[in-house]
Nanobody
Framework: QVLLVESGGGLVQAGGSLRLSCAPSGRTFNWDTMGWFRQAPGKEREFVAA??????????YYADSMKGRFTISRDVAKNTMYLQMNSLKPEDTAVYYC????????????????????WGQGTQVTVSS
């Protein structure tokens, strides 16, 4: 059963923008951490960005290549996560995956996919030259 559903992917020209969404399907869990990963053809899955709570403080973490272009946000009440992608480049072309964890709430292991126990099916983002 797919518990996370991504949407908002598509085809966009270089320099354009897309906004991805990730929402629960069916049962809603208490998501301590939610994040985005991506995988291009022939490459390993890589970390994009994540949000979590450290105590009562909201925290966001980005891969270095995403800083300044991508913005992650989260509607806690809806357990819905967004990824605003601006200034898209052809190398951003990949399948983007939503991930969540019901147990990990730290700030040092957010880029580690092993800390996530729920995944979506992915949404394709294609950036043309």
């Amino acid at each position: 059963q797919v518990l996370l559903v991504e949407s908002g992917g598509g085809l966009v020209q270089a320099g354009g923008s897309l906004r991805l969404s990730c929402a629960p399907s069916g049962r809603t869990f208490n998501w301590d951490t939610m994040g985005w990963f991506r995988q291009a053809p022939g490459k390993e899955r890589e970390f994009v960005a994540a949000t979590t709570w450290s105590g009562s403080v909201y925290y966001a973490y980005y891969a270095d290549s995403m800083k300044g272009r991508f913005t992650i946000s989260r509607d806690v009440a809806k357990n819905t996560m967004y990824l605003q992608m601006n200034s898209l480049k052809p190398e951003d072309t990949a399948v983007y995956y939503c991930a969540a964890s019901t147990s990990y709430s730290g700030t040092t292991g957010l880029a580690d996919g092993n800390n996530y126990n729920y995944w979506g099916q992915g949404t394709q983002v294609t950036v043309s030259s």
